[in-house]
């Protein structure tokens, strides 16, 4: 491929661990591509639930993923010409990208859109499946986590920030059984890289995780 030569950082890990703003800064301060690929999902999602296509349809779900107009600029996401960044963090579109994440054609149909982020200066891939599936031979490979009551607090906070109602009891059970269902799936299971470097952010501002990821790199 030609463009096999082009670095890449893989941030993997859990719903709401803090994934998306580590690539996103660590990206910044590198000048390098950003792909969100759980956004390629929520696009999915989002187009299904409007589109009123069922969960079953799966070969359906996977037409809409092949042809999905998404578009990423800074830190806005687009789907077609609407931005979307906020409707995409609903809860219920985040549920449904989690189960269709584990749909076989759906993650093929995306596989060739991932591929396609890798362009020059460098890019930094975060998901769940980015360094064992997608970039396997990435120059740095990260898997960040921290307890589910850290990442059930930091959603609590970013839900209500962009006006959208909360339970923390509600969110706990939510990322319990999304972890379950992300670790348990037949497809690209959540799990670290065997040549992960691991992260624990539970204890952890935002300006340490992507300092620490700066300084692996570095060290490559």
């Known amino acids: 491929m030609p463009n096999s030569n082009v670095p890449v950082i893989?941030?993997?890990?859990?719903?709401?661990?803090?994934?998306?703003?580590?690539?996103?800064?660590?990206?910044?301060?590198?000048?390098?591509?950003?792909?969100?690929?759980?956004?390629?999902?929520?696009?999915?999602?989002?187009?299904?639930?409007?589109?009123?296509?069922?969960?079953?349809?799966?070969?359906?779900?996977?037409?809409l993923a092949e042809h999905l107009p998404a578009r990423f600029q800074g830190e806005h996401i687009y789907l077609a010409q609407e931005?979307?960044?906020?409707?995409?963090?609903?809860?219920?579109?985040?549920?449904?990208?989690?189960?269709?994440?584990?749909l076989p054609t759906v993650r093929q149909a995306l596989f060739g859109l991932q591929l396609g982020f890798r362009q020059t200066p460098g890019l930094v891939a975060d998901g769940r499946d980015m360094g064992t599936v997608i970039f396997p031979t990435a120059k740095l490979k990260v898997f960040l986590t921290a307890s589910v009551e850290a990442r059930a607090q930091r959603r609590y906070k970013q839900l209500i920030d962009k006006g959208f109602s909360a339970n923390m009891n509600d969110l706990l059970a939510d990322l319990q059984a999304r972890d379950e269902?992300?670790?348990?799936?037949a497809v690209a299971p959540l799990a670290p890289a065997s040549d992960a470097h691991l992260l624990d952010t539970s204890e952890m501002g935002v300006d340490q995780a992507v300092d620490q990821v700066l300084a692996w790199y570095a060290q490559k």
Not at 86 to 102: D, P, Q, T, Y
Not at 181 to 185: G, I, K, L, S
Request: hydrophobic share 40%; aromatic share 2%.
């Open 10 to 63: 893989t941030i993997d890990g859990p719903t709401a661990s803090g994934k998306g703003t580590v690539a996103s800064r660590v990206a910044e301060r590198l000048s390098f591509h950003l792909l969100d690929s759980g956004a390629l999902y929520r696009l999915t999602a989002l187009q299904a639930l409007r589109r009123e296509v069922e969960l079953r349809d799966e070969h359906a779900i996977a037409k």
């Open 83 to 102: 931005e979307v960044t906020h409707a995409i963090r609903a809860e219920e579109v985040g549920n449904m990208a989690s189960k269709i994440a584990a």
């Open 181 to 185: 269902r992300d670790t348990n799936r």
